[in-house]
């Protein structure tokens, strides 16, 4: 994802994160070649806890056993837990590379914007008036797409990240703004923001970007939220002009209670539907799921659901991330984690093979889900 900017700044590299996941020994699907990277097949999200010192303390020190037990994609965004998911990032990322437990180049650094980390009044001061920020480009108290304010976040997000580069920088939960405003300006704003983030790929300050979404890619077309994954790519395309798009990822829930992504085809490629897992792929963009264990609300298995994905795991969590990260097309499977014994948990899951896609594909056709 480094290879069509202008600028040399360290961050996830070809030749880095193959050289992390080469650390672990990795067996088949462990770890994912997507982008010109090299994914685990599990990600540590953060974005679940209590805007205090003691769950900042235990996100730094999860983030660092994650990365430790073969973990290399961390994922964040400027608004969890009022803005300090990022700085507990950012300190576990000091000790890290202190320590020489990990390189820069090995690990793979996402975070978001969109959502407001602070008040509405906080922006309205701070913001609106300023860069050509209006009024109206808040929506609903409190998200915001506006090139200027994506550009600042960014600046803001490498400070708390204590980093140079973000290696995938997301637009949180687009269709957040298409509950407020039609489809043409909501197009109007992508494209513009999209162009912004062409311009800090140019400068080096990040590696890719995408789309970060919660019902967008799982909703039906014409449904008011709505975003067709072509469709944003197609407005990339022209942002960037004659050079190659830095639009190479995009994020939606999948797990086993929502297993739309990959069941349900929502997404126009010519003249067929298909789910938003496969449009993305068809696209060549990687493709992170969120929730993969239902936020820790994972119903109790079945009999044949225990024995597809696994009777020697020793819970259903277990079972449930081992379904998500298998998902045929998906790249990485993120869960939030903090308490020693739940990384743990998460990185046995991630040390083991997932399932294969035959397996996974058949397990889908015989099992209800």
Known sequence: MTKNTNVTVEGATTEGTARFADRFKPKPGQYRNVSDLTWSSIGIGTYLGNADDKTDADVTNA???????????IDTAANYRRGRGEASIGRALKEIFEAGEAKRDELIICTKAGYLPTPPDAFKETYLGHDGIAESDLVGGNHCIHPSYIRDRISKSLDAL??????????????????????????????????????EADAGRIGCYGLATWRAFRAS??????????????????????????????????????????????????????????????????????????????????????????????????????????????????????????VAANLEVQSRAPLSRAVFELMFRKTPV
């Open 162 to 199: 204590g980093i140079d580069k973000i290696d995938v920088f997301y637009i949180h939960n687009p269709e957040a703004q298409l509950a407020h405003i039609e489809r043409g300006e909501f197009d109007a704003r992508l494209s513009a923001a999209f162009e912004a983030l062409e311009q």
């Open 221 to 342: 077309p014409g449904e008011k939220g709505y975003i067709s994954i072509a469709g944003a790519k197609a407005l990339a395309k022209r942002a960037a002009g004659e050079k190659a798009d830095r639009f190479l990822c995009v994020q939606m829930p999948l797990s086993i209670t929502m297993p739309e992504a990959i069941q349900r085809p929502t997404q126009w490629m010519g003249e067929a539907t298909v789910p938003a897992v496969a449009a993305a792929r068809i696209l060549g963009l990687a493709v992170v799921g969120s929730g993969s264990i239902g936020q820790g609300k994972v119903p109790t298995m079945n009999e044949s659901l225990v024995k597809w994905l696994g009777e020697d795991f020793p819970d259903d969590n277990q079972r449930a991330l081992q379904f998500s990260r298998s998902a045929s097309g998906l790249t990485t499977a993120l869960v939030g984690m903090k308490q020693p014994d739940h």
């Open 63 to 73: 983030v660092r056993a994650a990365v430790n037990g073969g973990i290399n994609v």
